[in-house]
């Protein structure tokens, strides 16, 4: 095979890491490539760079036998390179036609945009009408729009960031006939994932990096998914184990729960009941958008509710803010790090100081204590091995995975006694999610309520005692997790949702 | 060819150079503006940075200016910057600071002649309330009914001048005054007069507050919980709700206060430099000290060298215009100018230049 996109010696440093050195690989026509590695391993980066977004401080790369030097995405495209990132640049309140002529350069009329998109789509088996509007599409849908829009300019090369974290089972399964399809027609792809069964079922080669270098290259088929991931760490891995305690007591209890969604196309919450006990750890699936922001929101007191609805130890807290709900220990984690449970520009110290002011007395009479803010922030990296050169750097500098540890961190080591999370191992790597993971076992046995949202359905039974299902804003009673079987699990989300099977024209 | 990059962070030499490398723009820009003119671009440029300061004849005169004028911009600047941080837009502080001087002044003139020490603090009071009351209205306004504060602000402003302009002809005219409009002269009324409490530097409690203010400020901001909070909504409005931020209670307080500097600015002038209730006794500072609060960065100590910058413009504008007969519009394109460099280089701060198509190899 010859090599469509050759990558020598790439090399690129910021502040305090070399994010990618001397990286070196290729990958062929029609080829499904995997880039694996740890959080903040230099994934990203490397294809950034690949894609123009982000200049080499060295290094040289070809495509197609000549050099190839993208200054720009739009460079890039026209070279034949495509990227679908992890986070979807989508305007809502336009069609799904409108917003991929957004990216087009020279978009053509809008009646042969709409018909192109419908001949792609049945061709790659990516089921979209052309004049919905994004607001109201699935995260699934939403990524076939991104998707869609990269197919159009015909590309040869295609990368996809973590494309399958917000995706469903299903959706999961489209994707891969798809990129299937692709691959037979001769379009490469690479492909970052942390799912490494993912990666062994679709992927032809992987390229592991580890601290920025390559480290190995193999055929992830065969090898087992513990295999790679200990070549990606280095280390063996261990699996969360559980003490296995009896719940104590009721903590929270939420009754009667209905919150209209503050936006558009949120979903509202319907009649929500449930309770969770001292030391247990309450599942909570679904898909995407069916209510979890919601839910969080209501948990944490961004959203206030009637008193009564939310009761912790029978003391009616439905009314509070997120402060005071800090101040009797109920604490929480939302899923979108960037922005909610962080922000972006801000060092990891004032990050600390965004939810951590009240119960680790950052402040006295107002007046905030910067060094003890410092303090903690360092607390947490250490804990929660978050790969950063210091407290002092901004929010937006650390890599997805880096930033969800020191979210989930942040919370867990303030004691609490509630603590809410939603997608509590979003992007992060294997070894980083086993240690999330466990780390919310570990809070549990001594005793916090933890409840945890997530669509990762191998997750929440790794982890939870019970599990509910939330479905289009409400919630199934929960019930105990071991013991249920898959059949039990998918009547419990209501089946409702894509589950079209994939059809792709062979 | 020139590309744009995003630094990770936004650079802190460069947040410091940019105010410099954007005064040294306007200088050339303008000297140009002053050659088309037909003035010599040398000696306009001197007469509007050296001469108010250093002329051996006139300096003596426009020294003492620089703080008065400095003062009120100064204090209504760093009002405005906590709103600016927060993303509240108040552009009103012209209208906080004509009420916060009719507020004041009016206390003066009904009580007149009283003479007791508490008469100037209790003015003071009522200056800082009728720029506070002023700018209440747009912050229930955006509260209650999601009005935008820009636009009401703004607008409020003219509503201001038209009641200055019927108090200076009606309630408050000087009865003594023979029939000419405008109050009596407060500088003539000692128990109400906001006098120079160093001779000969234009140093009075109006620029006293300012300095004051400078520091409060500063400190509120590194150190404290509200201004922690007013950086974090401005940079992060949702993580400000998740930390416990409530976005109304940072509009009513990020508006009151810098109506409350602004009404105080105003009650300074018109107890000393201004001397009395008139129309047109505002002169822009509520505008002008937008610009300020801007060219400052939005940052305490940089809002006070903006705010003597400025002032200096503004006194060597007139020296220039009465030596040069520059014409005053052209001195108005000049400070425009110095806003508009500033903003464009401020790219500098967020983002590498890259040049040429090529670097790494
Ligand atoms: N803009 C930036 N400024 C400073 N450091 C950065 C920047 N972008 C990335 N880094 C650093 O470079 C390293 C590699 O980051 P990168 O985002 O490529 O990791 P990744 O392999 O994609 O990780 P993840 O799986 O968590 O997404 C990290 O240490 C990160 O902190
Ligand atoms: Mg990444």
Redesign the interface.
């Known amino acids: 095979m010859t090599a469509l996109l050759t990558v020598e010696g790439l090399t690129k440093a910021y502040p305090g890491v070399i994010a990618n050195d001397h990286v070196g690989f290729d990958i062929a026509q029609g080829e499904v490539h995997a880039l694996l590695g740890e959080n903040g391993a230099g994934k990203s980066t490397l294809v950034k760079m690949i894609y123009g977004l982000v200049q080499p401080d060295a290094g040289r790369m070809t495509l197609r036998g000549k050099p190839y030097v993208p200054a720009s995405p739009s460079a890039a495209r026209k070279a034949g390179v495509a990227m679908v990132f992890q986070h979807f640049s989508l305007f809502d309140a336009l069609s799904v036609a409108e917003n991929i002529a957004l990216g087009m350069e020279t978009p053509p009329p809008m009646r042969r945009l709409a018909a192109r998109i419908r001949e792609v789509s049945e061709t790659y088996g990516l089921p979209l009408t052309p004049d919905r509007l994004v607001g109201g599409l699935s995260a699934g849908e939403r990524q076939r729009v991104e998707i869609i829009r990269c197919l159009l300019q015909d590309p040869r090369l295609l990368i996809m960031d973590e494309p399958t974290s917000v995706l469903t089972p299903q959706e999961v399964a489209i994707l891969f006939a798809t990129l299937r399809k692709l691959a037979a027609e001769g379009t490469a792809i690479l492909y970052i994932s942390h799912k490494l069964e993912e990666i062994r079922t679709l992927c032809d080669r992987a390229t592991i990096l580890r601290r920025g270098r390559v480290v190995e290259s193999c055929n992830p088929r065969e090898k087992s998914a513990a295999q790679l991931a200990e070549m990606m760490v280095g280390t063996k891995l261990t699996a969360p184990s559980r003490a296995g305690g009896n719940p104590g007591g009721v903590v929270l209890e939420v009754s009667g729960l209905s919150l209209p969604s503050a936006n558009p196309f949120g979903t509202s919450l319907r009649d929500i009941s449930f309770s969770v006990r001292a030391g247990e750890i309450l599942g909570i699936g679904g898909v995407a958008g069916n209510g979890q922001d919601e839910l969080l929101d209501a948990l944490s007191g961004e959203a206030a509710v009637t008193p009564g609805a939310v009761r912790l130890r029978g003391r009616p807290i439905g009314a509070l803010g997120p402060g005071p709900r800090r101040r009797v220990a109920v604490l929480a984690a939302p899923e979108e790090r960037l922005g909610h449970a962080a922000a972006p520009d801000m060092s990891l110290t004032e990050n600390a100081m965004l939810t951590a002011a009240i119960r680790e007395g950052l402040a006295a009479r107002g007046f905030l204590k910067w060094p003890a803010a410092k303090a903690f922030a360092e607390k947490v990296i250490a804990a929660f091995d978050v790969r950063t050169p210091g407290p002092g750097n901004a929010a937006r500098s650390l890599s997805g995975g880096n930033l969800q540890k020191f979210v989930i961190g942040r919370e867990v080591l303030q004691r609490p006694e509630v603590l809410v999370v939603n997608q509590p191992t979003w992007g992060v790597d294997a070894s980083a999610a086993a240690a999330i993971r466990q780390s919310l076992l570990d809070l549990a046995a001594s005793g916090t309520a933890v409840i945890v949202i997530s669509q990762d359905l191998d997750e929440l039974m790794e982890i939870s005692d019970r599990f509910a299902a939330l479905n289009e804003g409400r919630l199934s009673p929960p019930r105990p997790a071991q013991g249920l079987t898959l059949e039990e699990i998918g009547l419990m989300l209501g089946g409702a949702h894509d589950m079209e099977v994939a059809h792709v024209a062979e | ?1 020139i ?1 744009l ?1 995003k630094r ?3 650079s802190r030499a460069w947040t410091v150079a940019t105010p410099l490398l954007a005064v040294a723009l306007t200088m050339v820009a303008g000297g140009l503006m002053f050659a088309l003119l037909g003035k010599d671009p040398v000696v306009a440029i001197r007469t509007i940075f050296w001469d108010p300061l250093f002329h051996e004849q006139f300096a003596s005169y426009s020294r003492p200016q620089l703080l008065v004028k400095a003062g009120p911009l100064i204090l209504i600047a760093i009002g405005l910057s906590l709103g600016f941080r927060a993303g509240i837009w108040n552009i009103g502080a012209e209208g906080q600071y004509i009420m916060g001087a009719l507020a004041g002044a009016g206390v003066a003139l009904a009580l007149y002649p009283l003479d007791a020490w508490f008469l100037f603090p209790l003015m003071v009071v009522a200056g800082a309330l009728g720029g506070w009351a002023w700018a209440m209205i747009p912050a229930i306004l955006k509260t209650r009914f999601r009005t935008n504060e820009i636009l009401v602000s703004l607008l409020l402003v003219y509503v201001a001048e038209q009641v200055l302009a019927s108090m200076a002809l009606g309630l408050m005219k000087n009865p003594e005054g023979g029939g000419f409009p405008g109050s009596r002269n407060l500088q003539h009324y000692p128990a109400a007069a906001n006098t120079e409490l160093i001779a000969g530097t234009g140093m009075h409690w109006g620029v006293a507050a300012a300095f004051i203010a400078v520091i409060a400020v500063y400190v509120l901001l590194t ?4 201004g ?1 909070q007013i ?2 909504a401005g ?2 409005p ?7 931020v ?1 976005p109304n209670a940072l509009v009513v307080i990020c508006l009151g206060l810098s109506g409350a500097l602004a009404g105080l600015a105003g009650l300074f002038e018109v107890a000393g430099p201004g001397g009395r209730i008139n129309i047109g006794f505002n002169q822009g500072y509520g505008f002008t000290a937008i610009i300020v609060a801007f060219l400052g960065r939005l940052h305490p100590v940089g809002i006070l060298l903006a705010g003597l910058l400025m002032a200096l413009t503004y006194i060597g504008g007139e020296l220039a215009q009465f030596m040069l007969g520059i014409p005053s519009a052209a001195i108005q394109a000049f400070q425009g100018m110095l806003l508009f460099f500033l903003l464009g280089v401020d790219v500098l701060s967020n983002y590498h230049i ?1 040049l040429g ?5």
């Not at chain 2, 949702?238 to 416990?244: S, T």
């Not at chain 2, 198509?357 to 190899?361: L, N, S």
């Open positions: 060819m590309r990059e990770p962070q936004p150190r404290h919980i509200l922690f950086r974090l940079q992060s949702r993580a400000a709700r998740f930390a416990g409530n890259r198509r090529r670097r790494a190899a």
